[in-house]
Protein backbone atom coordinates (compact mmCIF):
# COMPACT_ATOMS: atom_id res chain seq x y z
CA UNK A 1 0.00 0.00 0.00
CA UNK A 2 2.29 3.35 -1.08
CA UNK A 3 0.45 6.57 -0.11
CA UNK A 4 -0.49 9.20 -3.08
CA UNK A 5 0.13 12.62 -3.59
CA UNK A 6 -3.05 13.82 -4.90
CA UNK A 7 -5.82 13.03 -2.43
CA UNK A 8 -8.49 13.35 -4.81
CA UNK A 9 -12.22 13.54 -3.56
CA UNK A 10 -15.21 11.15 -5.83
CA UNK A 11 -18.63 12.59 -5.82
CA UNK A 12 -17.79 15.15 -3.32
CA UNK A 13 -18.03 11.75 -0.92
CA UNK A 14 -14.98 9.60 -1.31
CA UNK A 15 -11.55 10.85 -0.53
CA UNK A 16 -8.58 8.48 -2.20
CA UNK A 17 -5.67 8.20 0.36
CA UNK A 18 -3.34 5.15 -0.63
CA UNK A 19 -3.02 2.96 -4.04
CA UNK A 20 -3.75 -1.16 -2.36
CA UNK A 21 -3.53 -2.78 -6.20
CA UNK A 22 -3.31 -2.35 -9.92
CA UNK A 23 -6.05 -4.73 -11.54
CA UNK A 24 -6.34 -5.70 -15.34
CA UNK A 25 -9.41 -3.48 -15.60
CA UNK A 26 -9.29 -0.80 -12.51
CA UNK A 27 -6.96 0.49 -9.94
CA UNK A 28 -8.38 -0.09 -6.17
CA UNK A 29 -7.35 2.70 -3.72
CA UNK A 30 -8.43 2.80 -0.27
CA UNK A 31 -10.26 5.83 0.82
CA UNK A 32 -12.04 7.83 3.55
CA UNK A 33 -16.16 8.10 3.20
CA UNK A 34 -16.41 11.65 4.45
CA UNK A 35 -20.01 11.30 4.90
CA UNK A 36 -20.02 8.15 7.18
CA UNK A 37 -16.33 8.58 8.59
CA UNK A 38 -15.24 5.38 7.62
CA UNK A 39 -12.20 4.13 5.50
CA UNK A 40 -13.38 1.94 2.43
CA UNK A 41 -12.31 0.54 -0.85
CA UNK A 42 -12.80 2.27 -3.65
CA UNK A 43 -12.30 0.62 -7.26
CA UNK A 44 -11.59 3.55 -10.24
CA UNK A 45 -12.29 2.08 -14.21
CA UNK A 46 -8.80 2.96 -15.98
CA UNK A 47 -9.73 6.00 -17.96
CA UNK A 48 -8.48 4.48 -21.17
CA UNK A 49 -11.63 2.02 -20.30
CA UNK A 50 -14.14 4.47 -19.45
CA UNK A 51 -14.43 5.16 -22.68
CA UNK A 52 -15.24 2.05 -23.53
CA UNK A 53 -19.34 1.18 -23.44
CA UNK A 54 -18.36 -2.88 -22.97
CA UNK A 55 -15.75 -2.06 -19.82
CA UNK A 56 -18.19 0.44 -18.39
CA UNK A 57 -21.33 -1.93 -18.94
CA UNK A 58 -19.29 -4.84 -17.23
CA UNK A 59 -17.59 -2.22 -14.72
CA UNK A 60 -21.27 -1.46 -13.84
CA UNK A 61 -22.40 -5.01 -13.60
CA UNK A 62 -19.64 -5.83 -11.01
CA UNK A 63 -21.37 -3.62 -8.19
CA UNK A 64 -24.99 -4.81 -9.25
CA UNK A 65 -24.16 -8.42 -8.90
CA UNK A 66 -22.15 -8.23 -5.86
CA UNK A 67 -24.30 -5.52 -4.25
CA UNK A 68 -27.24 -8.21 -4.55
CA UNK A 69 -25.05 -10.39 -2.74
CA UNK A 70 -24.69 -10.25 1.34
CA UNK A 71 -22.75 -13.21 2.83
CA UNK A 72 -19.96 -12.91 5.11
CA UNK A 73 -17.85 -14.56 3.31
CA UNK A 74 -18.52 -12.10 0.44
CA UNK A 75 -17.02 -8.72 0.04
CA UNK A 76 -19.57 -6.39 0.07
CA UNK A 77 -20.39 -3.17 -1.92
CA UNK A 78 -21.72 -0.30 -0.67
CA UNK A 79 -22.21 2.45 -4.00
CA UNK A 80 -21.20 2.62 -7.41
CA UNK A 81 -20.77 6.14 -9.64
CA UNK A 82 -19.70 8.08 -11.83
CA UNK A 83 -17.47 11.66 -10.88
CA UNK A 84 -16.79 13.12 -14.55
CA UNK A 85 -15.54 10.31 -16.95
CA UNK A 86 -14.65 8.38 -14.29
CA UNK A 87 -16.09 5.49 -13.06
CA UNK A 88 -16.14 3.94 -9.55
CA UNK A 89 -17.60 0.77 -6.95
CA UNK A 90 -17.15 1.42 -3.44
CA UNK A 91 -16.61 -1.55 -1.14
CA UNK A 92 -16.13 -2.81 2.26
CA UNK A 93 -11.84 -2.28 3.35
CA UNK A 94 -10.79 -5.54 4.05
CA UNK A 95 -7.52 -5.08 6.21
CA UNK A 96 -5.58 -8.58 6.12
CA UNK A 97 -3.71 -9.79 2.99
CA UNK A 98 -4.64 -11.70 -0.22
CA UNK A 99 -4.26 -15.79 -0.92
CA UNK A 100 -2.34 -15.12 -3.78
CA UNK A 101 0.01 -12.58 -1.50
CA UNK A 102 0.20 -15.70 1.36
CA UNK A 103 1.09 -18.24 -1.49
CA UNK A 104 4.12 -15.97 -2.59
CA UNK A 105 5.50 -16.13 0.88
CA UNK A 106 4.39 -19.46 2.24
CA UNK A 107 4.83 -21.58 -1.15
CA UNK A 108 1.78 -23.91 -0.11
CA UNK A 109 -0.43 -24.45 2.71
CA UNK A 110 -0.76 -27.57 5.40
CA UNK A 111 -3.55 -29.59 3.87
CA UNK A 112 -6.14 -28.80 7.17
CA UNK A 113 -5.29 -24.86 6.38
CA UNK A 114 -5.90 -25.20 3.03
CA UNK A 115 -9.16 -27.19 3.31
CA UNK A 116 -10.72 -24.91 5.90
CA UNK A 117 -9.80 -21.57 3.09
CA UNK A 118 -11.69 -23.44 0.91
CA UNK A 119 -14.51 -24.60 2.37
CA UNK A 120 -15.41 -20.58 2.96
CA UNK A 121 -14.86 -20.18 -0.49
CA UNK A 122 -16.95 -22.62 -1.40
CA UNK A 123 -19.49 -21.39 0.79
CA UNK A 124 -19.51 -17.39 -0.75
CA UNK A 125 -19.65 -19.31 -4.05
CA UNK A 126 -22.57 -21.82 -2.92
CA UNK A 127 -24.26 -18.12 -1.57
CA UNK A 128 -23.66 -16.69 -5.00
CA UNK A 129 -24.66 -19.42 -7.19
CA UNK A 130 -28.05 -19.79 -5.35
CA UNK A 131 -28.78 -15.92 -5.98
CA UNK A 132 -28.05 -16.79 -9.67
CA UNK A 133 -24.27 -15.65 -9.96
CA UNK A 134 -21.76 -17.05 -11.08
CA UNK A 135 -18.03 -15.36 -10.15
CA UNK A 136 -16.02 -16.72 -13.51
CA UNK A 137 -13.08 -15.90 -12.05
CA UNK A 138 -11.73 -17.31 -8.69
CA UNK A 139 -8.23 -17.33 -8.41
CA UNK A 140 -6.42 -16.87 -5.01
CA UNK A 141 -5.92 -12.87 -6.03
CA UNK A 142 -9.94 -12.34 -5.33
CA UNK A 143 -9.42 -14.15 -2.16
CA UNK A 144 -8.73 -12.02 0.58
CA UNK A 145 -8.08 -13.30 4.49
CA UNK A 146 -8.67 -10.68 6.98
CA UNK A 147 -6.27 -10.58 10.13
CA UNK A 148 -8.73 -12.92 12.12
CA UNK A 149 -8.20 -15.39 9.83
CA UNK A 150 -12.27 -14.53 7.97
CA UNK A 151 -12.10 -15.44 3.89
CA UNK A 152 -13.43 -12.76 2.12
CA UNK A 153 -14.55 -13.42 -2.05
CA UNK A 154 -14.39 -10.04 -4.20
CA UNK A 155 -13.89 -9.16 -7.53
CA UNK A 156 -17.05 -9.91 -9.38
CA UNK A 157 -16.05 -8.02 -12.53
CA UNK A 158 -16.99 -10.71 -14.93
CA UNK A 159 -19.79 -12.38 -12.63
CA UNK A 160 -22.67 -12.91 -14.80
CA UNK A 161 -26.17 -13.89 -14.03
CA UNK A 162 -27.22 -17.15 -15.38
CA UNK A 163 -30.03 -16.26 -17.01
CA UNK A 164 -28.34 -13.83 -18.69
CA UNK A 165 -27.79 -14.30 -22.53
CA UNK A 166 -25.47 -10.98 -23.31
CA UNK A 167 -21.81 -12.04 -23.03
CA UNK A 168 -19.44 -8.80 -22.87
CA UNK A 169 -16.03 -10.55 -24.08
CA UNK A 170 -15.02 -10.08 -27.46
CA UNK A 171 -16.32 -13.16 -29.99
CA UNK A 172 -13.93 -15.71 -30.43
CA UNK A 173 -12.45 -14.98 -26.70
CA UNK A 174 -13.41 -15.50 -23.40
CA UNK A 175 -12.71 -13.36 -20.00
CA UNK A 176 -11.09 -15.27 -16.92
CA UNK A 177 -7.57 -16.15 -15.93
CA UNK A 178 -6.52 -19.15 -18.01
CA UNK A 179 -4.75 -20.78 -15.05
CA UNK A 180 -8.06 -20.73 -13.38
CA UNK A 181 -10.13 -21.54 -16.21
CA UNK A 182 -12.99 -24.42 -16.16
CA UNK A 183 -12.82 -26.48 -19.72
CA UNK A 184 -16.12 -25.77 -20.58
CA UNK A 185 -14.56 -21.68 -20.01
CA UNK A 186 -11.42 -22.29 -22.13
CA UNK A 187 -14.08 -23.32 -24.80
CA UNK A 188 -16.49 -20.55 -25.08
CA UNK A 189 -19.48 -22.89 -23.96
CA UNK A 190 -22.17 -21.54 -21.32
CA UNK A 191 -21.18 -21.65 -18.03
CA UNK A 192 -22.59 -22.51 -14.26
CA UNK A 193 -22.06 -22.67 -10.74
CA UNK A 194 -20.04 -26.00 -11.71
CA UNK A 195 -17.49 -24.06 -13.57
CA UNK A 196 -16.11 -21.81 -10.47
CA UNK A 197 -16.07 -25.22 -8.67
CA UNK A 198 -13.11 -26.63 -11.08
CA UNK A 199 -11.48 -23.31 -10.55
CA UNK A 200 -11.99 -23.61 -6.89
CA UNK A 201 -10.39 -27.09 -7.50
CA UNK A 202 -7.14 -25.19 -9.17
CA UNK A 203 -6.69 -23.31 -6.18
CA UNK A 204 -7.19 -25.98 -3.55
CA UNK A 205 -4.65 -27.79 -5.63
CA UNK A 206 -2.33 -24.75 -5.57
CA UNK A 207 -2.49 -24.74 -2.40
CA UNK A 208 -1.92 -28.39 -1.17
CA UNK A 209 1.47 -28.47 -3.95
CA UNK A 210 2.44 -24.79 -4.68
CA UNK A 211 1.54 -24.82 -8.21
CA UNK A 212 -1.34 -25.00 -10.48
CA UNK A 213 -2.18 -28.37 -11.92
CA UNK A 214 -1.00 -27.02 -15.73
CA UNK A 215 1.45 -24.06 -16.65
CA UNK A 216 2.24 -22.87 -20.38
CA UNK A 217 4.63 -20.12 -21.45
CA UNK A 218 1.38 -18.37 -22.98
CA UNK A 219 -2.83 -18.39 -21.66
CA UNK A 220 -3.92 -20.34 -24.49
CA UNK A 221 -1.36 -22.94 -24.05
CA UNK A 222 -2.56 -23.33 -20.71
CA UNK A 223 -6.46 -23.46 -21.45
CA UNK A 224 -5.96 -26.16 -23.87
CA UNK A 225 -4.38 -28.31 -21.28
CA UNK A 226 -7.90 -27.72 -19.32
CA UNK A 227 -9.89 -28.96 -21.95
CA UNK A 228 -7.47 -32.12 -23.30
CA UNK A 229 -5.10 -32.91 -20.70
CA UNK A 230 -5.78 -34.93 -17.57
CA UNK A 231 -5.25 -33.46 -14.47
CA UNK A 232 -1.65 -34.89 -12.59
CA UNK A 233 -3.00 -36.02 -9.03
CA UNK A 234 -1.33 -33.62 -6.43
CA UNK A 235 0.54 -36.04 -4.86
CA UNK A 236 2.74 -35.89 -7.80
CA UNK A 237 4.07 -32.84 -6.41
CA UNK A 238 3.58 -33.60 -2.99
CA UNK A 239 3.84 -36.40 -0.49
CA UNK A 240 2.15 -34.60 2.09
CA UNK A 241 -1.20 -34.40 0.48
CA UNK A 242 -3.70 -37.12 2.09
CA UNK A 243 -5.59 -39.46 0.05
CA UNK A 244 -9.29 -38.22 1.08
CA UNK A 245 -7.84 -34.41 0.47
CA UNK A 246 -6.55 -35.84 -3.20
CA UNK A 247 -10.10 -37.38 -4.19
CA UNK A 248 -11.63 -34.06 -3.20
CA UNK A 249 -9.67 -32.35 -5.75
CA UNK A 250 -9.87 -34.78 -8.17
CA UNK A 251 -13.32 -34.72 -8.59
CA UNK A 252 -13.45 -31.05 -8.29
CA UNK A 253 -11.45 -30.87 -11.32
CA UNK A 254 -13.00 -33.79 -13.48
CA UNK A 255 -13.19 -32.20 -16.86
CA UNK A 256 -16.85 -32.70 -17.57
CA UNK A 257 -18.97 -30.84 -15.29
CA UNK A 258 -21.48 -33.79 -14.57
CA UNK A 259 -18.91 -35.61 -13.19
CA UNK A 260 -18.04 -32.90 -11.04
CA UNK A 261 -19.59 -31.64 -6.87
CA UNK A 262 -22.55 -30.65 -7.93
CA UNK A 263 -22.37 -27.46 -6.27
CA UNK A 264 -20.16 -25.31 -4.31
CA UNK A 265 -22.20 -26.97 -1.00
CA UNK A 266 -21.28 -30.11 -1.80
CA UNK A 267 -17.49 -29.21 -2.47
CA UNK A 268 -17.59 -28.03 0.56
CA UNK A 269 -19.29 -30.37 2.59
CA UNK A 270 -16.97 -32.59 1.61
CA UNK A 271 -14.07 -30.39 2.75
CA UNK A 272 -15.59 -30.30 6.27
CA UNK A 273 -15.99 -33.92 6.66
CA UNK A 274 -12.49 -33.78 5.98
CA UNK A 275 -11.57 -31.38 8.63
CA UNK A 276 -13.17 -33.29 10.85
CA UNK A 277 -11.95 -36.35 10.59
CA UNK A 278 -14.88 -37.93 8.34
CA UNK A 279 -15.17 -39.80 5.51
CA UNK A 280 -15.43 -38.28 2.69
CA UNK A 281 -18.07 -38.56 -0.30
CA UNK A 282 -15.07 -37.77 -2.92
CA UNK A 283 -13.31 -41.62 -1.52
CA UNK A 284 -16.13 -43.45 -1.90
CA UNK A 285 -16.82 -42.28 -5.83
CA UNK A 286 -15.49 -45.49 -8.20
CA UNK A 287 -13.82 -42.66 -10.56
CA UNK A 288 -9.75 -43.78 -12.31
CA UNK A 289 -8.25 -40.57 -11.20
CA UNK A 290 -4.83 -41.84 -10.90
CA UNK A 291 -4.21 -43.96 -13.81
CA UNK A 292 -2.07 -44.24 -16.90
CA UNK A 293 -4.10 -40.96 -18.49
CA UNK A 294 -2.62 -38.36 -15.93
CA UNK A 295 -0.09 -36.22 -17.50
CA UNK A 296 3.64 -36.23 -17.09
CA UNK A 297 5.35 -33.33 -15.37
CA UNK A 298 5.98 -30.15 -17.96
CA UNK A 299 8.41 -27.54 -17.46
CA UNK A 300 7.17 -25.25 -14.63
CA UNK A 301 6.23 -21.39 -16.15
CA UNK A 302 5.07 -18.50 -13.45
CA UNK A 303 1.17 -18.44 -14.36
CA UNK A 304 -0.29 -15.33 -15.31
CA UNK A 305 -2.61 -14.10 -12.60
CA UNK A 306 -4.45 -10.87 -14.63
CA UNK A 307 -7.93 -11.20 -15.78
CA UNK A 308 -7.64 -11.16 -19.76
CA UNK A 309 -9.70 -11.98 -22.55
CA UNK A 310 -8.07 -15.86 -23.88
CA UNK A 311 -8.67 -16.65 -27.48
CA UNK A 312 -11.12 -20.27 -27.00
CA UNK A 313 -9.84 -23.20 -26.61
CA UNK A 314 -11.16 -25.99 -30.02
CA UNK A 315 -12.99 -28.21 -27.91
CA UNK A 316 -12.44 -32.33 -28.98
CA UNK A 317 -11.08 -35.34 -26.61
CA UNK A 318 -8.22 -37.48 -28.07
CA UNK A 319 -9.64 -40.42 -29.89
CA UNK A 320 -7.71 -42.85 -28.30
CA UNK A 321 -9.19 -41.87 -24.77
CA UNK A 322 -12.65 -41.78 -26.29
CA UNK A 323 -12.21 -45.44 -27.85
CA UNK A 324 -10.77 -46.26 -24.27
CA UNK A 325 -13.76 -44.80 -22.59
CA UNK A 326 -16.50 -45.75 -24.85
CA UNK A 327 -17.42 -48.96 -23.38
CA UNK A 328 -17.10 -47.57 -19.51
CA UNK A 329 -19.08 -44.64 -20.88
CA UNK A 330 -22.62 -46.99 -21.71
CA UNK A 331 -22.41 -49.13 -18.89
CA UNK A 332 -22.08 -45.58 -16.28
CA UNK A 333 -24.76 -44.16 -18.47
CA UNK A 334 -27.19 -46.98 -17.99
CA UNK A 335 -26.66 -47.07 -14.19
CA UNK A 336 -26.77 -43.39 -13.93
CA UNK A 337 -30.07 -43.79 -15.78
CA UNK A 338 -31.97 -46.36 -13.65
CA UNK A 339 -30.78 -44.43 -10.20
CA UNK A 340 -32.26 -41.59 -12.04
CA UNK A 341 -35.28 -43.23 -12.42
CA UNK A 342 -35.54 -44.45 -9.13
CA UNK A 343 -34.83 -40.36 -7.87
CA UNK A 344 -37.27 -39.15 -9.86
CA UNK A 345 -40.26 -41.40 -8.60
CA UNK A 346 -39.21 -41.01 -5.22
CA UNK A 347 -39.09 -37.35 -5.74
CA UNK A 348 -42.43 -37.21 -7.13
CA UNK A 349 -43.88 -39.16 -4.27
CA UNK A 350 -42.46 -36.41 -2.24
CA UNK A 351 -43.58 -33.58 -4.36
CA UNK A 352 -47.04 -34.95 -4.84
CA UNK A 353 -47.31 -34.73 -1.42
CA UNK A 354 -45.98 -31.59 -0.56
CA UNK A 355 -47.46 -28.33 -0.60
CA UNK A 356 -46.67 -26.38 -4.12
CA UNK A 357 -46.67 -22.48 -2.44
CA UNK A 358 -45.45 -21.32 1.08
CA UNK A 359 -45.71 -18.56 3.14
CA UNK A 360 -43.08 -16.01 3.12
CA UNK A 361 -41.35 -15.92 6.16
CA UNK A 362 -41.31 -12.42 8.58
CA UNK A 363 -37.54 -11.46 8.34
CA UNK A 364 -38.35 -8.07 9.23
CA UNK A 365 -36.40 -6.76 12.41
CA UNK A 366 -33.74 -9.24 11.90
CA UNK A 367 -30.01 -8.51 10.97
CA UNK A 368 -29.60 -8.94 7.14
CA UNK A 369 -27.53 -12.00 7.46
CA UNK A 370 -29.78 -13.64 9.65
CA UNK A 371 -32.48 -13.15 7.36
CA UNK A 372 -31.29 -13.67 4.47
CA UNK A 373 -29.95 -17.37 5.61
CA UNK A 374 -33.52 -17.62 6.80
CA UNK A 375 -35.06 -17.15 3.32
CA UNK A 376 -32.11 -19.48 1.45
CA UNK A 377 -33.06 -22.02 4.18
CA UNK A 378 -36.40 -21.90 2.89
CA UNK A 379 -35.11 -22.23 -0.67
CA UNK A 380 -35.85 -18.53 -1.95
CA UNK A 381 -33.75 -16.32 -3.61
CA UNK A 382 -32.26 -13.34 -1.98
CA UNK A 383 -32.96 -10.53 -4.64
CA UNK A 384 -31.69 -6.91 -4.35
CA UNK A 385 -30.75 -5.40 -1.24
CA UNK A 386 -31.45 -1.75 -0.62
CA UNK A 387 -29.53 0.38 1.75
CA UNK A 388 -31.69 3.60 2.76
CA UNK A 389 -31.66 5.64 5.95
CA UNK A 390 -33.75 4.49 8.84
CA UNK A 391 -34.79 4.86 12.49
CA UNK A 392 -33.68 0.98 13.08
CA UNK A 393 -30.28 -0.47 13.66
CA UNK A 394 -27.29 -0.49 10.66
CA UNK A 395 -27.98 -3.85 8.54
CA UNK A 396 -32.04 -4.20 10.04
CA UNK A 397 -34.13 -5.60 7.74
CA UNK A 398 -37.00 -3.19 7.53
CA UNK A 399 -39.29 -4.37 4.38
CA UNK A 400 -39.28 -7.09 1.96
CA UNK A 401 -41.08 -7.61 -1.18
CA UNK A 402 -42.90 -9.66 -1.59
CA UNK A 403 -44.44 -9.47 1.53
CA UNK A 404 -44.33 -11.80 4.50
CA UNK A 405 -47.05 -14.27 4.72
CA UNK A 406 -47.60 -14.49 0.61
CA UNK A 407 -47.98 -17.27 -0.79
CA UNK A 408 -44.96 -18.05 -2.69
CA UNK A 409 -43.06 -20.98 -4.91
CA UNK A 410 -39.70 -22.60 -3.93
CA UNK A 411 -37.11 -20.35 -5.81
CA UNK A 412 -38.81 -16.94 -5.49
CA UNK A 413 -36.63 -13.88 -5.64
CA UNK A 414 -37.25 -11.66 -2.53
CA UNK A 415 -35.77 -8.40 -2.78
CA UNK A 416 -34.60 -6.69 0.83
CA UNK A 417 -34.97 -3.06 2.41
CA UNK A 418 -32.13 -2.68 4.99
CA UNK A 419 -31.41 0.29 7.60
CA UNK A 420 -28.33 2.02 7.18
CA UNK A 421 -29.05 3.69 10.41
CA UNK A 422 -30.46 7.29 10.92
CA UNK A 423 -29.60 10.03 8.60
CA UNK A 424 -26.82 11.97 9.69
CA UNK A 425 -27.53 14.97 11.62
CA UNK A 426 -25.50 18.31 10.47
CA UNK A 427 -22.92 19.86 13.17
CA UNK A 428 -20.74 22.79 13.43
CA UNK A 429 -17.49 21.83 14.71
CA UNK A 430 -16.82 24.70 17.27
CA UNK A 431 -13.16 25.57 18.03
CA UNK A 432 -11.93 24.26 21.22
CA UNK A 433 -7.81 24.82 20.80
CA UNK A 434 -6.19 26.58 23.98
CA UNK A 435 -9.05 24.90 26.41
CA UNK A 436 -8.78 22.42 29.68
CA UNK A 437 -9.51 18.66 27.60
CA UNK A 438 -12.11 18.02 30.14
CA UNK A 439 -14.03 21.27 29.00
CA UNK A 440 -13.45 20.10 24.97
CA UNK A 441 -15.35 17.10 25.85
CA UNK A 442 -17.51 18.07 27.01
CA UNK A 443 -18.61 20.52 24.86
CA UNK A 444 -17.99 18.21 21.91
CA UNK A 445 -19.98 15.06 23.16
CA UNK A 446 -22.80 16.98 23.68
CA UNK A 447 -22.99 17.99 20.12
CA UNK A 448 -23.05 13.95 19.47
CA UNK A 449 -19.21 14.07 17.94
CA UNK A 450 -17.05 11.54 19.03
CA UNK A 451 -13.66 12.74 20.46
CA UNK A 452 -10.41 11.21 19.75
CA UNK A 453 -7.76 12.03 21.92
CA UNK A 454 -3.83 11.77 20.77
CA UNK A 455 -1.03 12.75 23.03
CA UNK A 456 2.21 13.95 22.23
CA UNK A 457 5.39 14.15 23.50
CA UNK A 458 6.39 17.60 22.43
CA UNK A 459 4.91 20.25 21.07
CA UNK A 460 5.68 23.04 18.82
CA UNK A 461 4.39 25.76 20.43
CA UNK A 462 3.86 26.40 24.45
CA UNK A 463 1.06 24.15 25.83
CA UNK A 464 0.18 22.50 29.45
CA UNK A 465 -0.88 19.48 30.11
CA UNK A 466 -4.54 18.08 29.07
CA UNK A 467 -4.58 21.70 27.19
CA UNK A 468 -5.96 21.07 23.77
CA UNK A 469 -3.17 22.09 21.29
CA UNK A 470 -4.67 21.11 18.20
CA UNK A 471 -8.13 19.65 16.58
CA UNK A 472 -9.25 17.97 13.43
CA UNK A 473 -11.44 19.08 11.70
CA UNK A 474 -10.78 22.66 12.93
CA UNK A 475 -12.69 24.99 14.15
CA UNK A 476 -15.87 26.19 12.28
CA UNK A 477 -15.65 23.17 9.73
CA UNK A 478 -19.48 21.36 9.13
CA UNK A 479 -19.34 17.41 10.19
CA UNK A 480 -22.40 15.40 11.20
CA UNK A 481 -23.13 13.39 14.29
CA UNK A 482 -20.60 10.70 15.00
CA UNK A 483 -18.28 12.13 12.87
CA UNK A 484 -14.84 11.64 14.89
CA UNK A 485 -12.78 14.78 16.17
CA UNK A 486 -9.31 14.14 16.89
CA UNK A 487 -8.08 16.28 19.75
CA UNK A 488 -4.25 16.39 20.17
CA UNK A 489 -2.48 17.38 23.91
CA UNK A 490 0.40 17.25 25.49
CA UNK A 491 1.49 13.93 27.21
CA UNK A 492 2.23 14.29 31.05
CA UNK A 493 5.99 15.01 30.82
CA UNK A 494 5.91 15.93 27.52
CA UNK A 495 8.50 19.32 26.40
CA UNK A 496 7.05 22.35 24.87
CA UNK A 497 8.92 25.73 23.85
CA UNK A 498 9.14 28.04 27.07
CA UNK A 499 6.70 31.06 26.23
CA UNK A 500 7.48 34.83 26.14
CA UNK A 501 6.52 36.98 29.49
CA UNK A 502 8.80 39.78 29.05
CA UNK A 503 6.70 43.17 29.50
CA UNK A 504 4.82 41.56 32.13
CA UNK A 505 4.76 42.55 35.68
CA UNK A 506 6.34 39.51 38.28
CA UNK A 507 2.61 38.70 39.48
CA UNK A 508 1.15 38.84 35.76
CA UNK A 509 4.14 36.47 34.56
CA UNK A 510 3.83 33.91 37.80
CA UNK A 511 0.28 33.49 36.34
CA UNK A 512 0.99 33.36 32.68
CA UNK A 513 3.95 30.68 33.46
CA UNK A 514 1.07 28.68 36.11
CA UNK A 515 -1.22 27.75 33.29
CA UNK A 516 1.51 26.24 31.55
CA UNK A 517 2.07 24.11 34.67
CA UNK A 518 5.46 25.98 35.36
CA UNK A 519 6.68 27.64 38.52
CA UNK A 520 8.43 30.72 39.37
CA UNK A 521 11.56 30.41 41.57
CA UNK A 522 11.77 32.80 44.90
CA UNK A 523 15.37 34.40 43.37
CA UNK A 524 14.63 37.56 40.98
CA UNK A 525 17.72 39.40 38.82
CA UNK A 526 17.08 42.59 37.50
CA UNK A 527 19.48 44.20 35.09
CA UNK A 528 19.26 47.28 33.00
CA UNK A 529 17.15 47.14 29.85
CA UNK A 530 16.49 50.32 27.65
CA UNK A 531 13.72 48.72 26.37
CA UNK A 532 11.44 47.14 28.84
CA UNK A 533 10.01 49.62 32.05
CA UNK A 534 11.38 49.65 35.75
CA UNK A 535 10.38 46.72 37.60
CA UNK A 536 8.76 44.89 34.11
CA UNK A 537 9.87 41.45 33.29
CA UNK A 538 12.99 41.36 30.75
CA UNK A 539 13.76 37.63 30.26
CA UNK A 540 13.74 34.65 32.05
CA UNK A 541 16.00 31.58 33.02
CA UNK A 542 15.99 29.35 30.83
CA UNK A 543 15.15 31.54 27.85
CA UNK A 544 11.99 32.20 25.94
CA UNK A 545 11.43 29.61 23.06
CA UNK A 546 14.22 26.59 24.92
CA UNK A 547 11.94 23.45 25.48
CA UNK A 548 10.84 22.63 29.06
CA UNK A 549 7.99 20.52 30.77
CA UNK A 550 5.25 20.94 33.14
CA UNK A 551 6.52 21.47 36.72
CA UNK A 552 10.14 23.29 35.30
CA UNK A 553 10.78 26.29 37.66
CA UNK A 554 11.75 29.61 35.99
CA UNK A 555 13.64 32.21 36.47
CA UNK A 556 12.48 35.97 36.25
CA UNK A 557 14.99 38.96 35.55
CA UNK A 558 13.35 42.25 35.70
CA UNK A 559 14.46 45.56 34.61
CA UNK A 560 16.09 47.74 36.81
CA UNK A 561 15.83 50.85 34.17
CA UNK A 562 17.32 52.08 31.51
CA UNK A 563 21.14 51.55 31.28
CA UNK A 564 24.00 54.50 31.36
CA UNK A 565 25.96 55.41 28.53
CA UNK A 566 29.63 57.60 27.76
CA UNK A 567 28.76 61.10 26.37
CA UNK A 568 30.49 61.07 23.06
CA UNK A 569 32.28 64.22 21.99
CA UNK A 570 30.98 66.22 18.95
CA UNK A 571 32.69 69.57 19.28
CA UNK A 572 33.56 71.01 16.28
CA UNK A 573 31.10 69.27 14.74
CA UNK A 574 28.19 70.34 12.71
CA UNK A 575 24.50 69.67 14.16
CA UNK A 576 23.14 67.17 11.58
CA UNK A 577 27.31 65.47 12.49
CA UNK A 578 26.04 66.11 16.13
CA UNK A 579 22.64 64.55 16.03
CA UNK A 580 23.87 61.37 14.53
CA UNK A 581 26.52 60.87 16.67
CA UNK A 582 24.33 61.47 19.53
CA UNK A 583 21.38 58.97 18.01
CA UNK A 584 24.11 56.13 17.45
CA UNK A 585 24.89 56.20 21.58
CA UNK A 586 21.48 56.42 22.74
CA UNK A 587 21.31 59.86 23.32
CA UNK A 588 19.29 63.07 22.05
CA UNK A 589 20.04 66.32 20.49
CA UNK A 590 19.09 68.60 23.28
CA UNK A 591 19.01 72.97 23.02
CA UNK A 592 20.88 74.07 20.41
CA UNK A 593 22.74 77.90 21.35
CA UNK A 594 24.48 80.78 20.06
CA UNK A 595 28.33 80.98 20.68
CA UNK A 596 30.06 84.21 22.02
CA UNK A 597 31.56 86.02 19.41
CA UNK A 598 34.62 85.36 21.07
CA UNK A 599 34.54 81.63 20.80
CA UNK A 600 34.45 82.02 17.25
CA UNK A 601 37.52 83.56 16.74
CA UNK A 602 39.26 80.78 14.30
CA UNK A 603 38.41 81.13 10.79
CA UNK A 604 35.95 78.70 9.07
CA UNK A 605 34.65 78.05 12.60
CA UNK A 606 30.84 79.11 11.26
CA UNK A 607 28.24 76.48 12.13
CA UNK A 608 30.16 74.08 14.47
CA UNK A 609 29.85 73.12 17.60
CA UNK A 610 32.05 74.97 20.48
CA UNK A 611 30.44 73.21 23.52
CA UNK A 612 28.30 70.89 25.00
CA UNK A 613 26.29 69.97 28.13
CA UNK A 614 26.79 67.08 29.63
CA UNK A 615 30.30 67.01 28.50
CA UNK A 616 32.21 64.26 26.25
CA UNK A 617 33.41 61.29 28.91
CA UNK A 618 30.17 61.77 31.62
CA UNK A 619 28.13 58.96 31.66
CA UNK A 620 24.30 59.71 31.19
CA UNK A 621 21.17 58.03 30.98
CA UNK A 622 19.74 56.73 28.38
CA UNK A 623 17.68 58.48 26.03
CA UNK A 624 18.49 61.76 27.60
CA UNK A 625 19.03 64.96 26.22
CA UNK A 626 22.51 67.01 25.13
CA UNK A 627 22.64 70.97 24.79
CA UNK A 628 24.74 71.93 22.46
CA UNK A 629 26.17 75.49 21.04
CA UNK A 630 27.11 76.80 17.87
CA UNK A 631 28.83 79.55 15.76
CA UNK A 632 26.92 81.78 14.40
Known amino acids: MEAVTEQRVYSNRYQVTHLIARGGMALVYRAQDLLLNRAVALKILYPELSVDASFVERFRREAQAAANLSHPNIVPVFDWGQDADTYFIVMELVEGTSLAEMLRRTHQLSPSRAAQITAQVAAALGYAHRAGVVHRDV ?189 VAGLVITIIVLILLAAGGFAYLRLSAAPTTFGVPNVVGQDVTTASATLIADNLIVGTTTMVHAPQANGTVISIVPKAGKMVKKGTIITLTVSEGPAPVAVTVPDETGKQLSVALGVLQQLGLTVKVTQVQSAPTAGAPNTVLTQVPVGGTTSHKGATVTLTVLASGATFPLPSVQGQTAVQAASSLGQYGLTVSGTTASACSNSVATGAVLRTVPAAGQMVSAGSSIELVTSSGVCQVVVPNVIGKTVPEASSTLSSQGLVLGQISDALPTDCLTPGTSGEITSQNPGPGISAPFNSTVDVTVCP
Request: hydrophobic content about 35%; overall charge negative; proline content about 10%.
Open 139 to 327: KPGNVLITPDGQVKVTDFGIAQAVSSEDHLAEAGSVMGTATYFSPEQAEGAAVDGRSDVYSLGVVLYELLVGRPPFVGDTPVAVSSQHVHSPVPPPSEFSTTVPSDLEAIVMVALAKSPAERYQSADELRADLVRFTDGQPVHAAARDGAYFGPDVTRSVSTVAPAERTQAVPVTPSGRPRRQREARSG
